[in-house]
């Protein structure tokens, strides 16, 4: 309960102006402090505390004092001067009383002490009471001081927590201020975004409106190219018919050429087989300049226009005196074709090109040239040194046309390999010339490939894989100069063993499940004159086992022709190594080369006669249409002279 107003304390009433002089009580009296009088105790406080805060220990329905400041001192004064207020109230009557009494009555009379002495008792009494109704209010004080104090020390903690709490909100008001900072600047940033995104969306806008536009060409061109689509899809699907029945059409077609190529194939063996598979071809070598100096000439020697595959040879046959001609003995002869010396490399190859085709076909193809020294063998098979188009021989010729065939059948699904090996066989034994001598391995024998299979090889021999014709080339350059030569009584650079130049040929054709391999052999054989008395031992030795293996050659296609059951390939390394290419369905041909010459009438009659044996065998299914005169003797008028005997 709050104290009451200063308005309605007691106030002490003033004594009448005609009162007389106060006497020593009164000054006694007024010198006395007046008695306070004690406030009514105050109820708690209605101010609401802060949430989560308690009130201190001592102040629990207590009101608690406002903080200390001018506000503060100013309520606290009217509080103080309504309790002097209440004390002065206290004191008043009493002192009003004692000055009633000492003015009151009448002055005792100097002799009157016992009366002055009751006066002095009452007035004593009436001091006491007051002493105790000061002591009491002194008390009253002493407490409210205490209460004081004791507010005094909350109103200092309040102060404290206050204090605290004015901490924690300057800082939150700081971590306001701070946030307040950071969002001006992020509202700062925030406007600058804000004006790049407006000048962005204005661009925008402005890159949408030539979109807009874009897209209305775009609409209209995708509206023009979907009906070129749905036009072009009418014609693709039109197109995938025709597509789908052309490669019908070249399904049957493939299947047609397929078939075509097997059909040429068997009808060009067919041919083959008819003009037979051992053929036999005469080519005489033209005069050398030094023999076209010399006057020698080729009287002895007649091409009939009307044949070219006969060769006529003339010489005067001598009486037994040797003084009188008795004429002109003639000898006939009849081969698949005669080339006489005026014919070229292009033409002569132009006759065998066939059967370089058949070896690529899958057939095992075998080409010698036989005859004496100087007759033109190594000039037909290889060419000669310095080689040009026109004097490439046999061999670089048939190796373009094989790798030209090759590329012409890869569209017909065929693929080819090629390796090719040079060797020869000199005193029966076989040297590699694609090395050099001092490289050679130590023994090079013919093996078979297994024993399941008849093919034979040469185990160590160099095998080079080729793919042009330029790479031939270099190999017969190799071969050229490791071959074995000696100077002989017909030549001065005379060729003294075979050299045997193979081509392996496989071909595949994955898509029909169809694969062949053949050999083409070409055989530049050595000079095969009679031996001479005069003839040294190593020379001897050298021209018997040449001797021995053209005869071997001979009884091995004589045994082939007539299908004897014992064929002597083993009796010579020559005819061993090219077992495989001489019998069965394989195709060989003989160049028999005779030198122009009047002089060389005797070798050129041998190498005739041994060609014209061969010339009548045949192997395979039909014999060969031309197989004519075995060269036999006979008189005729050719430059004077009686009728013989005809041909047989």
Same mark, same amino acid.
């Given at each position: 309960?709050?104290? =009451? ?16 002089? =106060? ?10 402090? =007046? ?37 503060? *001192? ?7 001067? %309504? ?26 009379? =100097? ?6 002495? %009751? ?6 009494? !009436? ?18 001081? /205490? ?40 509202? *700062? /940033? ?77 009808? *060009? ?30 009287? *002895? ?32 002869? #009849?081969?698949? $074709? ?6 070229? /490399? ?28 100087? %007759? ?30 090759? $590329? ?16 020869? !066989? ?41 793919? %042009? ?14 071959? #074995? ?19 392996? !040929? ?21 000079? #095969? ?82 060609? #014209? ?36």
């Amino acid at each position: 309960m709050d104290p =009451p107003p200063a308005s309605r304390l007691p106030v002490p009433k003033r004594a009448p102006a005609a009162e007389a002089a =106060p006497g020593p009580e009164q000054k006694r009296a007024r010198l006395q402090p =007046p008695a306070r009088a004690r406030p009514p105790r105050r109820l708690a406080s209605a101010r609401p505390q802060r949430p989560g805060s308690a009130a201190p220990p001592g102040l629990a329905g207590r009101p608690l004092a406002p903080p200390p400041g001018p506000a503060a *001192h100013a309520a606290s004064a009217p509080g103080a001067a %309504s309790r002097l207020a209440v004390a002065a109230a206290t004191a008043a009557p009493k002192t009003g009383r004692a000055l009633e009494l000492g003015g009151g009555k009448k002055k005792r009379a =100097p002799w009157d002490l016992k009366g002055q002495v %009751s006066d002095l008792q009452a007035e004593l009494k !009436i001091y006491k009471e007051e002493v105790q109704q000061l002591r009491k209010g002194g008390q009253e004080l002493e407490e409210q001081r /205490q209460e004081l104090l004791a507010r005094n020390g909350d109103l200092d903690r309040q102060l404290q927590a206050v204090k605290s709490e004015l901490h924690v909100s300057q800082e939150q008001a700081q971590q306001r201020l701070e946030e307040v900072k950071e969002l001006s600047d992020l509202k *700062h /940033q925030l406007e600058q975004q804000l004006t790049d995104t407006t000048r962005t969306n204005k661009e925008l806008e402005g890159t949408n409106k030539d979109l807009e536009m874009a897209k209305r060409d775009l609409s209209a061109l995708l509206e023009a190219r979907e009906g070129d689509l749905a036009q072009s899809t009418q014609e693709n699907r039109e197109l995938k018919a025709q597509v789908t029945t052309l490669l019908q059409a070249a399904t049957q077609r493939e299947d047609q050429l397929h078939q075509l190529e097997m059909d040429r194939r068997r009808l *060009h063996n067919l041919v083959l087989e008819l003009k037979g598979n051992i053929r036999v071809f005469c080519r005489v070598r033209p005069l050398l300049p030094s023999e076209q100096e010399a006057g020698k000439g080729l009287e *002895h020697l007649h091409f009939p226009p009307q044949d070219n595959g006969a060769l006529v040879l003339s010489r005067p046959e001598e009486s037994h005196t040797g003084r009188s001609c008795k004429g002109n003995t003639r000898y006939d002869f #009849s081969f698949d $074709r005669v080339f006489p010396p005026a014919c070229s /490399q292009a033409d002569v190859f132009e006759e065998i090109a066939q059967l370089v085709q058949s070896a690529l076909d899958g057939y095992h193809v075998c080409i010698f040239a036989y005859g004496q020294t100087g %007759s033109g063998k190594t000039y037909t098979m290889e060419g000669p040194d310095n080689l040009d188009q026109e004097t490439l021989g046999m061999i670089p010729r048939a190796v373009r046309q094989v790798f030209q065939g090759a $590329r012409e059948l890869e569209p017909k699904g065929w693929e080819y390999s090629f390796s090719a090996s040079f060797l020869e !066989i000199y005193n029966e034994g076989l040297r590699d010339l694609l090395v050099g001598r001092s490289d050679q391995a130590p023994d090079l024998e013919i093996r078979r490939v297994s024993q399941a299979s008849e093919d034979l090889h040469v185990p160590n021999l160099r095998c080079v894989p080729v793919a %042009s014709e330029e790479e031939v080339l270099k190999l017969l350059h190799t071969a050229k100069a490791n071959r #074995s030569v000696a100077k002989t009584i017909q030549n001065d650079r005379s060729s003294r063993s075979h050299s045997v130049f193979q081509l392996c !040929i496989k071909g595949y054709n994955t898509d029909r499940a169809l694969r062949c391999a053949s050999v083409l052999s070409l055989v530049d054989l050595a000079g #095969s004159e009679r031996l001479k008395p005069q003839s040294k031992s190593e020379r001897l030795r050298e021209t018997q086992a040449i001797n021995a293996s053209l005869s071997t050659l001979g009884l091995v296609i004589l045994a082939l022709s007539k299908k004897e059951p014992h064929v002597p390939y083993r009796n010579s390394k020559l005819t061993h190594l090219l077992q495989n290419s001489l019998g069965g369905n394989s195709k060989m041909l003989m160049f028999v080369n005779i030198a122009p010459l009047e002089e060389n009438i005797g070798e050129s009659l041998n190498s005739l006669r041994f060609a #014209s044996t061969v010339n009548q065998c045949h192997i395979g299914t039909a014999p060969a249409h031309k197989k004519g005169g075995g060269g036999l003797p006979r008189t005729s008028d050719v430059g004077g002279g009686g009728k013989g005997p005809g041909p047989n």
